[in-house]
């Protein structure tokens, strides 16, 4: 139980890092949703065959010759495989998260045939790979497929699609996820809202754009140098050059 901890703290640590930018956000509008933290390991501990327990006590009993069985958790006779699908599923994402996206699916495949369910994660990932390609439909299909598996999107799930579909010039689909992730009680970061907005500047939907970019201040969140980018070129193909002005002033203010 301490070993997985400990593998599972290091794990945290580097996706920290390694996704922290989400390569700077998009790499203007090509984001591989690389910031937030994430259980790159396995399911969640709730999700983990009803979780790890609490770690044995150490206390003896009076005697001072054995530690009480009481304290300790019994271990169940799978959870040796489950530490082995984990570091399975570990070694597939690292392999998914380069992939092109259709080695991705692939690895998805491959690992459902070999007894390895694919976790949200892997998921996540394997759409990312998707929205790097413009392949919005696949990355819709893999959203599909992964709650009929019973897994739960998270905020980098919902993402990865949205991005996708933003790509794809989909700005009503990528409206429809947000709304649908808040609908799940997930709430929406820069990155998301700046994917949505760029999606509606795509369609020609300057006024979504403004909307969605007041939306995003009354949640408290800062707009950013991408986000103001795509509400600019959203006013600007709407034809609203002064408040394309505007907007490019405000956005100097802001630094």
């Known amino acids: 139980h ?21 390569q700077h956000h998009f790499a203007h509008c090509d984001c591989t949703f690389n910031r937030r933290n994430y259980d790159g390991g ?10 790890w327990g ?32 984990q570091q399975l599923q570990r070694q597939y994402n690292a392999k998914i998260k380069v992939a092109h996206w259709t080695e991705a699916l692939r690895l998805l495949k491959e690992m459902r045939q070999k007894g390895f369910p694919p976790n949200v994660f892997n998921y ?15 990355a819709l299909d893999l959203l599909e497929e992964m709650r009929r598996c019973g897994l739960v999107p998270n905020e980098i799930t919902y993402s990865s699609v949205i991005h996708a579909c933003a790509k794809g010039d989909e700005w009503q689909r990528a409206l429809n996820l947000l709304e649908e992730m808040r609908r799940c009680g ?32 009354r949640c408290g969140l800062v707009p ?4 103001y980018s795509s509400v600019i070129n959203a006013c600007a193909k709407g034809g609203e050059s002064q408040r394309a002005l505007n907007l490019l002033e405000e956005m100097r203010r802001c630094g």
């Not at 396995?42 to 979780?51: E, F, M, V, Y």
């Not at 150490?58 to 040796?80: D, E, V, Y």
């Not at 950013?224 to 986000?227: A, G, K, M, V, Y």
């Open 224 to 227: 950013d140098e991408i986000t």
């Open 42 to 51: 396995g399911p969640s501990r709730s999700q983990h065959h009803g979780g």
């Open 2 to 22: 301490y070993a997985d901890e400990t593998r599972r703290r290091d794990e945290n640590i580097h996706h920290r890092g390694a996704w922290n930018h989400r």
């Open 54 to 85: 609490a770690p044995p006590s150490n206390r003896m009993h009076g005697s001072g010759i054995a530690p009480s069985m009481r304290s300790r958790p019994s271990n169940p006779p799978h959870s040796h495989a489950s530490a082995q699908d």
């Open 124 to 138: 996540s990932c394997a759409i990312n790979r998707c929205a790097k390609g413009g392949k919005w439909q696949c």
């Open 186 to 217: 997930l709430v929406p970061d820069v990155i998301t809202y700046s994917s949505v907005i760029h999606a509606c500047a795509k369609g020609d939907e300057w006024q979504r754009a403004l909307s969605l970019l007041d939306e995003m201040r």
